[in-house]
């Protein structure tokens, strides 16, 4: 599978295009607006970023708890489920008066509730798409996402602004309403991939089973340890240049569509493996620059040209699913889209506690350095098999 035309025309990808967008604009929709909320009703930025961010640690909690459900519900029911959790959710955080303390312990149910729908959303590319067709149809769901939040963070904004924080909560909820009537009546009726009741037990399980292969291990490992530091030098870009952070937040955005189109429409299979290595360190490299405390072009250059190695992520997740059977593929790319979330917030968290010491730019090149010296140290383990010799 090659072109946008063929994965378009593949049965139950396009509604499933339409469950993740809908989702991802909801996210991005409800965020500002309960960002903006809160703030109005507390003057805390802590607490206001917690509404907006809050949901993604409460992921982290659903990946040690409840992702074995994303290989042991039925794909379409647990997408309609979780699509009107967050309906529902999202509905009740908008009420008047609504206590903060309930209203975080809402968004930590829309975060639990997150942790298995995606699992679940990323799991069915494996069942309705053929094997060499995953990085094509996932690039694509990365750029929707990419355009949706942009989207989804501008009509908020206007909303927020023209009609009020609540009004864009709900219309926020509508969003993820279609998602789950996209799911329900777009998707076919499957059963679950993996066989037994969804429990914490098998949660643990799976997940030990996932993380205890050498394999495996250096993969999640890659796909979370790189990434999270190099998000971490995108949390710095407002220190960095108040006046020109949000240049620096487009060219990242842009050079990372750049990437999936890159990755998932031009670079041929038998590429892949050669290019990792490379797209890999791309990620981070750039970003030592910063190092010299760079003019504004270079900065524009350098992190437009890093942005793009974030393709390798998809290279990584189509070689996870190469090592993981199938009843457990959902569970897989749960755990690593959680972990995921879990290392951006800490590479941000170790990026801001280093600038306080060196200043913006000389923690950007502290944490793009960990970031090499990370991808460095697993790349043995990321080499493909050298076959046996015959005889």
Same mark, same amino acid.
């Given at each position: 599978?090659?072109?946008?035309?063929?994965?378009?025309?593949?049965?139950?990808?396009?509604? #499933?295009?339409?469950?993740?967008?809908?989702? @991802?604009?909801?996210?991005?929709?409800?965020?500002?607006?309960?960002?903006?909320?809160?703030?109005?009703?507390?003057?805390? /930025? #802590? #607490?206001?970023?917690?509404?907006?961010?809050?949901?993604?640690?409460?992921?982290?909690? =659903?990946?040690t708890t409840l992702l074995s459900a994303a290989d042991r519900l039925p794909p379409r029911a647990a997408l309609t489920m979780t699509g009107l959790v967050f309906a529902l959710v999202t509905a009740l955080v908008a009420i008047p008066g609504l206590p903060m303390a309930a209203l975080f312990a809402l968004l930590a149910v829309q975060g639990l509730a997150g942790s298995v729908s995606g699992g679940v959303r990323y799991g069915m590319l494996t069942d309705i798409l053929p094997k060499d067709g995953y990085v094509l149809g996932r690039s694509v769901l990365n750029m929707s996402t990419g355009l949706t939040?942009?989207?989804?963070? =501008?009509?908020?904004?206007?909303?927020?602004?023209?009609? @009020?924080?609540?009004?864009?909560?709900?219309?926020?909820?509508?969003?993820? *309403?279609?998602?789950?009537?996209?799911?329900?009546?777009?998707?076919?009726?499957?059963?679950?991939?993996?066989? =037994?009741?969804?429990?914490?037990?098998?949660?643990?399980?799976?997940?030990?089973?996932?993380?205890?292969?050498?394999?495996?291990?250096?993969?999640?490992?890659?796909?979370?340890?790189?990434?999270?530091?190099?998000?971490?030098?995108?949390?710095?870009?407002? /220190? %960095?240049?108040?006046?020109?952070?949000?240049?620096?937040?487009?060219?990242?955005?842009?050079?990372?569509?750049?990437?999936?189109?890159?990755?998932?429409?031009?670079? /041929? /299979?038998?590429?892949?493996?050669?290019?990792?290595?490379?797209?890999?360190?791309?990620?981070?490299?750039? %970003? &030592?620059?910063?190092?010299?405390?760079?003019?504004?072009?270079?900065?524009?250059?350098?992190?437009?040209?890093?942005?793009?190695?974030?393709?390798?992520?998809?290279? #990584?997740?189509?070689? &996870?699913?190469? *090592?993981?059977?199938?009843?457990?593929?959902? +569970?897989?790319?749960?755990?690593?889209?959680?972990?995921?979330?879990?290392? +951006?917030?800490?590479?941000?968290?170790?990026?801001? =506690?280093?600038? +306080?010491?060196?200043?913006?730019?000389?923690?950007?090149?502290?944490?793009?350095?960990? @970031?090499?010296?990370?991808?460095?140290?697993?790349?043995?383990?990321?080499?493909?098999?050298?076959?046996?010799?015959?005889?």
């Amino acid at each position: 599978m090659r072109t946008y035309r063929d994965l378009f025309r593949t049965p139950e990808y396009t509604p #499933l295009f339409a469950v993740a967008s809908a989702h @991802s604009a909801g996210m991005a929709m409800t965020g500002l607006a309960l960002g903006t909320l809160v703030f109005e009703a507390t003057r805390s /930025p #802590l #607490l206001s970023s917690l509404a907006m961010f809050g949901p993604s640690f409460a992921q982290l909690v =659903g990946a040690t708890t409840l992702l074995s459900a994303a290989d042991r519900l039925p794909p379409r029911a647990a997408l309609t489920m979780t699509g009107l959790v967050f309906a529902l959710v999202t509905a009740l955080v908008a009420i008047p008066g609504l206590p903060m303390a309930a209203l975080f312990a809402l968004l930590a149910v829309q975060g639990l509730a997150g942790s298995v729908s995606g699992g679940v959303r990323y799991g069915m590319l494996t069942d309705i798409l053929p094997k060499d067709g995953y990085v094509l149809g996932r690039s694509v769901l990365n750029m929707s996402t990419g355009l949706t939040q942009i989207a989804g963070f =501008g009509i908020g904004g206007v909303l927020v602004a023209f009609l @009020s924080p609540r009004g864009a909560v709900l219309v926020g909820a509508g969003l993820y *309403l279609a998602s789950a009537l996209a799911a329900r009546f777009g998707l076919t009726a499957r059963p679950a991939r993996g066989e =037994g009741r969804p429990s914490i037990a098998a949660t643990w399980r799976i997940n030990a089973r996932l993380l205890t292969s050498p394999a495996r291990r250096c993969v999640f490992v890659a796909l979370w340890v790189p990434n999270g530091l190099i998000v971490g030098c995108e949390s710095l870009f407002v /220190p %960095y240049s108040p006046s020109h952070a949000g240049l620096l937040l487009a060219v990242a955005a842009f050079g990372m569509l750049a990437g999936d189109v890159l990755a998932g429409r031009f670079v /041929p /299979p038998d590429w892949r493996e050669r290019l990792g290595p490379f797209l890999r360190l791309l990620l981070a490299a750039p %970003y &030592l620059v910063f190092a010299l405390d760079p003019a504004l072009p270079v900065a524009v250059v350098a992190i437009t040209a890093a942005s793009v190695g974030y393709c390798a992520t998809l290279l #990584l997740q189509e070689r &996870l699913m190469t *090592l993981t059977p199938d009843e457990m593929h959902g +569970q897989a790319l749960g755990l690593f889209s959680s972990g995921m979330l879990a290392m +951006q917030a800490v590479g941000a968290a170790i990026a801001g =506690g280093v600038a +306080q010491v060196t200043g913006p730019a000389a923690a950007m090149a502290v944490m793009a350095a960990g @970031s090499v010296a990370v991808t460095l140290a697993v790349a043995p383990g990321l080499r493909p098999p050298v076959p046996a010799e015959a005889g």
